[in-house]
């Protein structure tokens, strides 16, 4: 038997996205394999790289002409020379190259170095985790006097030991070794992780962070131990609070065992085995999480509020059939996403007719209106990423400029004017301006995290998607001109009012507006669903002058 009460746990201090009401903790099996992989980073051009890339900008020269006018030597310059030619900065005959430019002009430079860290393989489908992970933690733990282990927690003065469920035996296990393909993937997905985990405060506050943009070598991914080490991972599966104050259908959520969140993928991995082997050892403890869950819900107020939400999770879903055909059923995301902001607006509906305590009803309505424009905006970013989904947006943003607005005001309002959007003629619009002040505002940094990650707010999206209809006649967006020739100006209102909800504004929100905003997203959703998708058709010209 592989494992065992004596085979090493690693803990990574899992924690949860949302507060709990209740949780378990657990030991997942896995296995581990050690291997060597490239991980491609950036770093700055040094002073010597920089001057050597300058004098070949200008013209060809020897190594000893170089070290001489640099005071450097022939042997260092011929080095940096080597190594500059090996990264095609610099060709045969001495010359900078159009990456060598690209290269001066950003003054970073990409690195491959290679380094070993550990790969983890879920034992029943022998697929990986989507981690990387450079140390192994091993838990500190005791053996309680039933022989089952506890880990020690808390400080060493004050020590707390926190009882873990074993799910003994582990049986039907696979064994199967990763390919190259697989790792790379588990790498790639990782850094996925780390990046969107970070991109909230700063896009680039992590320069260690692996590049993701361009693809290793998968001949250099290699096994330092071919054979894969048994271990159980650490974590607690939970029920989050916001169960017993909205419906949800997930009633129980899983931390990442390595200390990122919540682990979606993992959820799978356990649903996944629950349904394929009957007696699944860690169905157990998820019944018994469950059955405490239910203990703490006993009350009759909180019994009667989650059967009122209820009903009005199926008054939405009639509301929302009624208004769009049964396509949206196809489209999951959407469909939750239009039956969460009715639920929200019919709560909202209810507490205006309530009299008693007309001040907290006030606060509370303006709560849910602000919440209502939020997942409004929300709902349609998700739209624009299945659009994304049909027409790839990655790359788009390069044929802006990241320091002459006024070029770039040019190529968007050429875009729009050829998609068919029409300006916004009435007193607070400028009739000339064929799309709003602040698309045209946005940071190009925010354009390229919505396009290549798929990350940030709805006019990065818009612009994005403006961008990549340019190629392609049948875009959505053609369809959206021709039957909302104004959509890109409601589209700004919409992130502006969001903007506004997420901050404290003396401007208070009404019913009225809201109920705009949701019109908006009904109208643009059902657009969506009456267009037919087409296998995309790529124009010839990908490149707008000026």
Not at 104 to 127: H, K, M, R, S
Not at 215 to 231: A, T
Not at 472 to 501: G, I
Request: glycine fraction near 4%; proline fraction near 4%.
């Amino acid at each position: 038997m592989l494992f065992t009460k004596e085979t090493p746990i690693l803990y990574y201090e899992a924690r949860s996205h949302q507060r709990w009401l209740n949780r378990e903790y657990i030991l997942f099996p896995a296995y581990y394999y050690r291997v060597l992989a490239p991980r491609v980073s950036s770093r700055k051009l040094n002073i010597l790289e920089k001057a050597v890339l300058g004098i070949c900008r200008i013209g060809a020269f020897t190594a000893q002409e170089i070290g001489e006018k640099l005071d450097i030597g022939g042997d260092l310059s011929a080095l940096i020379i080597s190594e500059l030619q090996y990264n095609n900065f610099i060709d045969h005959q001495g010359l900078i190259t159009k990456k060598g430019k690209q290269i001066l002009e950003n003054e970073l430079i990409e690195t491959e170095d290679l380094i070993a860290g550990y790969v983890f393989q879920e034992p029943w489908q022998g697929e990986l985790f989507p981690r990387f992970i450079e140390n192994l933690e091993y838990a500190e733990t005791r053996f309680n006097d039933n022989h089952y282990p506890e880990l020690v927690l808390g400080t060493t003065g004050k020590p707390f030991y926190q009882k873990i469920f074993m799910p003994l035996p582990i049986n039907n296990t696979l064994m199967v070794k990763p390919t190259p393909r697989d790792i790379l993937r588990a790498i790639k997905t990782h850094n996925q992780t780390l990046t969107n985990r970070h991109r909230e405060n700063d896009v680039e506050a992590n320069e260690q962070l692996w590049n993701i943009e361009k693809q290793p070598d998968l001949k250099r991914i290699s096994f330092i131990e071919e054979q894969p080490q048994p271990v159980w991972l650490a974590t607690f599966i939970y029920t989050p609070e916001s169960n017993f104050d909205e419906f949800t259908e997930n009633n129980w959520q899983i931390s990442d065992p390595f200390g990122l969140g919540d682990s979606p993928w993992l959820y799978r991995q356990i649903n996944k085995c629950c349904q394929k082997q009957d007696n699944f050892p860690l169905q157990k403890s998820i019944n018994n999480l469950l059955n405490s869950n239910t203990k703490l819900n006993e009350s009759k107020e909180r019994q009667e509020k989650r059967q009122d939400l209820m009903i009005y999770h199926e008054e939405a879903i009639n509301i929302i059939e009624n208004k769009l055909s049964l396509e949206i059923l196809k489209w999951d995301d959407l469909y939750k996403g239009l039956i969460v902001i009715e639920r929200t607006y019919l709560e909202l509906e209810l507490s205006s007719t309530n009299q008693q305590n007309i001040n907290y009803i006030n606060y509370f309505i303006n709560d849910k209106l602000e919440d209502i424009v939020i997942k409004c905006q929300k709902l349609l970013e998700n739209l624009f990423l299945i659009i994304g989904d049909q027409y790839p947006t990655e790359k788009c943003w390069e044929i802006l400029d990241h320091r002459d607005k006024e070029y770039n005001k040019i190529i968007l309002e050429q875009i729009v004017e050829k998609i068919g959007f029409k300006p916004l003629k009435n007193e607070s619009h400028d009739s000339n301006l064929k799309l709003p002040k602040s698309l045209l505002s946005v940071d190009i940094n925010k354009i390229k995290s919505a396009s290549d990650h798929q990350s940030g707010s709805l006019r990065g999206y818009v612009i994005a998607s403006l961008l990549t209809a340019y190629n392609y006649e049948q875009h959505p967006l053609y369809f959206f001109a021709e039957k909302m020739p104004n959509l890109l100006f409601e589209l700004d209102k919409l992130a502006d009012l969001r903007n506004k909800s997420g901050h404290y504004s003396s401007q208070k929100l009404t019913q009225e507006i809201v109920k705009k905003q949701i019109a908006l997203v009904y109208q643009l959703i059902e657009l969506f669903l009456q267009k037919n998708f087409h296998k995309p058709i790529e124009l010839e010209e990908k490149v707008i002058y000026v």
